[in-house]
């Protein structure tokens, strides 16, 4: 009887393929929903949101530069796990650090691959939360939805996701290539509605004012009492200021800078939106949007899948950056950050769940009349679902294939290293890392209305009560008080991004160095600035808590999370290597490939 095979995966991307699964990953029809909160929230950094993009799009162009080289050497599963056994293998004197090299990057990809997901439907439980919460506002609130609910969100699309992964690369794929065109036509029609409300809205003009309780907007303004709160009627609808004749004052639009706490509103011109306003607030908005950036690499790990790796891996990596970080991401920032008003500010933002959603439903009230915009925005929130979809699909697609060049290498358990003999995918993997986000969602979720982001005693008071609701929720201090778990755990997936990149840089300068190949620019100049880059980044998880700049709390609790893996992974190595009589340097140089 004929000896059975193990499952081996077969090439069936090629490059339309490939660059869709790439863009589905940087996915900024979500991305600008999702993210704009979190940038929103880092305190005094916010002006310099467009620059902080710009800054990590060039580090993530440089660092897209060496995955693009060294994957012409080496295709393959694995991606970076896989280059950097391949890339010291290569070298006379250092191929005995091979197998430290491919487990220090392999673990330390994990920080990011495993992370990550787990703040995508960490995301998609607050967005889940922000819809229902519009539609049966009695139910739950749109503006701050109950941490229970978006929890049960997470797990559910969680599961949901693993579901679609675990049927194959072609299933996958499918899926990403329709989501890309509508995601990114949605965010053209959008862009081009705010940047034409900003320009028909100088200041002086009338306009609309947004109230994030009943998430709608009014044409007059606001009456309050003594202490500054909105008076408000039995159902929660904000009363209008009256004059002396007893009409309601019309509501006048301007834009300031800051309020009488320095904290950022508006943004003047359109000159304000692309300065630096403070270098140091580009980099630690840097360390932020370097999460809408991530996913260009990801198609690295699929080298197993594509039928002609060497020439269209390299072009996938390069194009999905260049089409949806250079163009889409850049216009969507610059048109949200400019459409900024006092009738909606930086500050209204911040204590939102959903500003992207809020300012759909104003550019929306504008274009088809004050109560339709709600149409506009519920139309743009389901494209924004698809592209979440997708972009949690192809990072649990690539983590889960990671894991698996490391299972099939026997330095993770052996379970992760097998193929479905169906399906021919991951699927211990991706179950696993289906748990793994599952349960990170939930953390993610249960405080992501605290420290900048936490919300008045008045507007607490004003949730609809019940489990799913309120529950969490306690009081402006105690809140204000405590890290936020969304940020945080977002930093903590980049801090590993900015680890993997940093290495995949420098072995992209290692696997060229000496070869009769090597290009000045693109294998030690380019690389040499993404590794630089992607380290300064690094150093600002420091740099910022210690001088005072932007939030202070997030950056510690991910560098300590960060250590803490770190540990875990060398104690592992370690004990590993000792129970499997596995040689931690290599004595002997074994054939590349």
Not at 88 to 109: P, T
Not at 111 to 131: H, R, S
Request: glycine residues 10%; proline residues 5%.
């Amino acid at each position: 009887m004929a000896e059975q095979k193990a499952p081996q995966m077969q090439a069936t991307l090629g490059l339309t393929g490939l660059t869709s699964n790439a863009m589905a990953l940087i996915a900024p029809g979500a991305f600008l929903w999702l993210t704009f909160v979190i940038q929103a929230g880092t305190g005094t950094t916010a002006p310099a949101m467009w620059l902080g993009i710009f800054g990590a799009l060039l580090l993530c162009l440089a660092t897209a530069v060496a995955y693009a080289e060294i994957s012409k050497l080496y295709p393959g599963t694995g991606s970076s796990y896989y280059y950097a056994e391949q890339a010291l293998l290569s070298k006379d004197k250092a191929f005995k650090y091979a197998r430290v090299a491919k487990f220090i990057v392999g673990w330390g990809s994990h920080l990011y691959y495993w992370v990550y997901p787990g703040v995508m439907v960490a995301t998609t439980g607050i967005f889940v939360g922000y819809v229902v919460g519009f539609l049966y506002p009695n139910f739950i609130s749109g503006g701050n939805p109950g941490p229970v609910f978006m929890g049960l969100v997470a797990v559910v699309f969680s599961f949901f996701v693993a579901w679609i992964a675990q049927k194959g690369a072609g299933a996958s794929t499918a899926v990403n290539l329709a989501i890309n065109i509508v995601q990114i036509s949605a965010l053209i029609v959008f862009s081009v509605l705010a940047l034409g409300y900003r320009v028909n809205h100088p200041s002086g003009s009338t306009g609309f004012q947004y109230d994030s309780q009943t998430l709608s907007t009014y044409t007059y303004q606001f009456a309050t009492d003594k202490t500054g709160a909105t008076i408000r009627d039995a159902s929660g609808n904000p009363q209008p200021l009256l004059d002396s004749a007893g009409k309601p004052v019309p509501y006048v639009i301007t834009y300031p800078t800051a309020d009488a706490s320095g904290n950022f509103l508006t943004h003047e011109n359109a000159a304000s939106v692309v300065k630096p306003h403070k270098f140091s607030y580009m980099f630690i908005q840097a360390t932020v949007a370097i999460l809408i950036l991530v996913g260009f690499e990801s198609v690295t790990s699929m080298g197993g899948e594509a039928k002609n790796p060497t020439k269209h891996i390299p072009i996938a990596v390069i194009a999905s950056l260049l089409i949806q970080g250079l163009v889409c991401y850049l216009i969507e920032y610059f048109a949200a950050n400019f459409f900024l008003n006092s009738g909606y500010t930086m500050q209204t933002a911040v204590s939102s769940a959903a500003p992207i959603g809020d300012m759909m439903i104003i550019v929306g009230d504008a274009l088809l009349g004050q109560g339709h915009g709600k149409y506009f925005m519920l139309a743009e929130a389901i494209t924004v679902f698809l592209a979440l979809i997708g972009t949690t699909l192809a990072c649990m697609n690539t983590g889960a294939r990671v894991t698996y060049a490391m299972g099939k290498d026997d330095e993770a358990p052996e379970h992760f290293g097998m193929l479905h003999a169906k399906s021919l995918t991951p699927r211990t993997a991706i179950w696993t890392l289906a748990v793994i986000s599952a349960v990170i969602g939930c953390i993610a979720v249960s405080l992501v209305f605290a420290d900048a982001s936490a919300p008045t005693d008045a507007t607490i008071a004003a949730l609809p009560h019940g489990i799913l609701s309120s529950f969490g929720y306690s009081t402006h201090d105690r809140l204000a008080a405590l890290p936020n778990s969304l940020l945080t755990i977002t930093l903590t997936s980049n801090f590993g991004t900015f680890i993997l990149y940093a290495l995949s840089c420098f072995l992209c300068i290692v696997a060229y160095n000496k070869r009769p190949d090597h290009n000045f620019l693109v294998h030690t100049l380019i690389p040499g600035f993404g590794l630089l880059a992607n380290i300064v980044c690094m150093a600002f998880y420091l740099i910022s808590p210690v001088f005072g700049l932007g939030t202070f709390k997030e950056p510690l609790l991910a560098l300590g999370i960060s250590a803490l893996w770190g540990i875990y992974g060398a104690v592992y190595f370690l004990r590993s290597s000792k129970a499997k009589g596995k040689s931690v340097l290599l004595e002997t140089k074994k054939v590349a490939g």
